[in-house]
T-cell receptor, first 116, second 115 residues
Framework: AQSVTQLGSHVSVSEGALVLLRCNYSSSVPPYLFWYVQYPNQGLQLLLKYTSAATLVKGINGFEAEFKKSETSFHLTKPSAHMSDAAEYFCAVTYPRYSSASKIIFGSGTRLSIRP | EAGVTQFPSHSVIEKGQTVTLRCDPISGHDNLYWYRRVMGKEIKFLLHFVKESKQDESGMPNNRFLAERTGGTYSTLKVQPAELEDSGVYFC?????????????FGQGTRLTVV
């Protein structure tokens, strides 16, 4: 069964430090991968997506993620954290070649806190 | 352009009561999805409409949940009767083609608390 695992339900970094949120997927078929962010009292917003083009994907607000097939990973990074990055981040996957591809499968989320 | 809107934003009901959640997708979006997040867990797929037809309802937890999308515009999700384990945040999303090809836009969610 396809699944998404996010390591760490809560990550805390200092302002200006590197942000690294981990995501691994399990699949035997090529996936499309997404990172969504949910700011307090808001809906889910797409940060970036990988759809089999460039393996390094750049998103909004300075975030980027790299698809590594050999590691089945799609970790999210940002070189320098800002206070406004505090939010919950969700990794998600879908499989375009299968009938179940109409649904996005989400990870359990990682809450990012930024220390002043 | 208005985004995906959900009503109400919060709902607190007693066990055994009925609640109806509403989702207004982005105008012109044929695809409409319902998801649910139980506290601290992953966001789980409930069902998918293409226009007014249910394309996939494999995630609906049981027959206490009824989703409709009359006319292919807004959708409702009714829970009757509600149980304690139904508490969570219910998200709606819409997209133009398949979620594969375009971004799926999510609403703010409805936080349902069953007491």
């Amino acid at each position: 069964a396809q699944s998404v695992t996010q390591l760490g339900s809560h990550v805390s970094v200092s302002e200006g430090a590197l942000v690294l949120l981990r995501c691994n997927y399990s699949s035997s078929v090529p996936p499309y991968l997404f990172w969504y962010v949910q700011y307090p009292n808001q809906g889910l917003q797409l940060l970036l997506k990988y759809t089999s083009a460039a393996t390094l994907v750049k998103g909004i607000n300075g975030f980027e993620a790299e698809f590594k097939k050999s590691e089945t990973s799609f970790h999210l990074t940002k070189p320098s954290a800002h206070m406004s990055d505090a939010a919950e981040y969700f990794c998600a996957v879908t499989y375009p070649r299968y009938s179940s591809a109409s649904k996005i499968i989400f990870g359990s989320g990682t809450r990012l806190s930024i220390r002043p | 352009e208005a985004g995906v809107t959900q009503f109400p934003s919060h709902s607190v009901i007693e066990k055994g009561q009925t609640v109806t959640l509403r989702c207004d997708p982005i105008s012109g979006h044929d695809n409409l999805y319902w998801y649910r997040r139980v506290m601290g867990k992953e966001i789980k797929f409930l069902l998918h409409f293409v226009k007014e037809s249910k394309q996939d309802e494999s995630g609906m937890p049981n027959n206490r949940f009824l989703a409709e999308r009359t006319g292919g515009t807004y959708s409702t999700l009714k829970v009757q009767p509600a149980e304690l384990e139904d508490s969570g945040v219910y998200f709606c999303a819409s997209s133009q083609i398949g979620v594969l090809n375009t971004e799926a836009f999510f609403g703010q969610g409805t936080r349902l608390t069953v007491v």
